[in-house]
């Protein structure tokens, strides 16, 4: 299934977004950015000097630059640059194939043909991982809060091309919605998916994280909670999965006692059976 697109103006707890274009534009690349304008509740500005100048200018924390090869944004004050991209989805798809496994997908006991609900999708690295495994069979529905992410990985999964085919057609097959999963669940029917899966900010960053340093930055840092917890219980047929690092208070507060971990990995994946 396509990955539907769905806009919604920028909430308070985002920054001040501004869209542009590169300094060659065109009037096509002006047509993009006055969509994504739309699309972000956002203000499309023509390109006159430096993106730091821009954001200065119209008082803006960061800005969209639209290009004829990509869609990117930046926060000049700080140097953040995110754009999409598939991440280790590929890496983590060859280990599958080659029998290594999956620490994500063992901890889920995900099958062929499985409807997995995705309630942190970001980038949706962890989406395409399911994706492969589920088969066309299944189905992998993600929900993003933050905007400029969500909307970023929507276009993305659209429109992205692999070097792999394979992973490309994974990508067309994975629906991100732009919501906050604690207004999503509870719209949601009693069992209607497999698996519910959390992949919060974590208390501390994995310190040999460096690519998940913009998607940190931009996320919305709000920690799993005891209510969206039962909702995800609720909503579930089979477990609910949360990913999070080694020595999270998480465990405690939300009274997990089934925890998955690897000695080659700083990783730890707690596990709720409805």
């Not at 639209?66 to 598939?86: C, K, W």
Request: proline fraction near 6%; charge should be neutral; glycine fraction near 6%.
């Amino acid at each position: 299934m396509a990955p539907r697109l769905v806009a919604a103006p920028l909430c308070r707890m985002n920054p001040t977004i501004i869209v542009t274009t590169s300094r060659r534009s065109s009037q096509e690349l002006w047509r993009q950015a006055e969509q994504w304008a739309q699309r972000l509740g956002a203000r499309a500005v023509a390109r006159q000097g430096s993106l730091a100048h821009l954001c200065e200018q119209y008082d803006a924390d960061g800005v969209l630059t639209i290009t004829d090869d990509r869609l990117v944004y930046r926060e000049p004050a700080s140097g953040l640059e995110y754009f999409f991209h598939p991440g280790m989805a590929k890496v983590r798809i060859h280990n599958i194939e080659a029998g290594r496994g999956d620490p994500m997908i063992a901890a889920m006991q995900l099958r062929p043909g499985d409807e997995l609900l995705d309630c942190t999708v970001g980038r949706a690295s962890d989406a395409i991982v399911a994706a492969y495994v589920a088969d066309p069979q299944g189905r992998i529905l993600g929900l993003e809060k933050v905007p400029v992410i969500a909307q970023l990985t929507i276009h993305g999964l659209a429109t992205y091309e692999d070097s792999s085919r394979k992973v490309t057609e994974l990508l067309r097959r994975i629906e991100v919605v732009q919501a906050d999963y604690n207004d999503y669940l509870p719209t949601c029917a009693t069992a209607s998916f497999d698996i519910v899966y959390f992949d919060p900010v974590f208390h501390e960053p994995v310190e040999k994280s460096e690519p998940m340093k913009p998607l940190r930055a931009l996320a919305d840092k709000a920690t799993v909670t005891a209510e969206a917890l039962q909702q995800a219980l609720r909503v579930a047929r089979r477990r609910v999965v949360i990913k999070q690092r080694y020595g999270t208070p998480l465990w405690d507060q939300l009274g997990i006692t089934q925890v998955l971990s690897s000695s080659s990995s700083r990783i730890e994946y707690g596990i709720a059976e409805p």
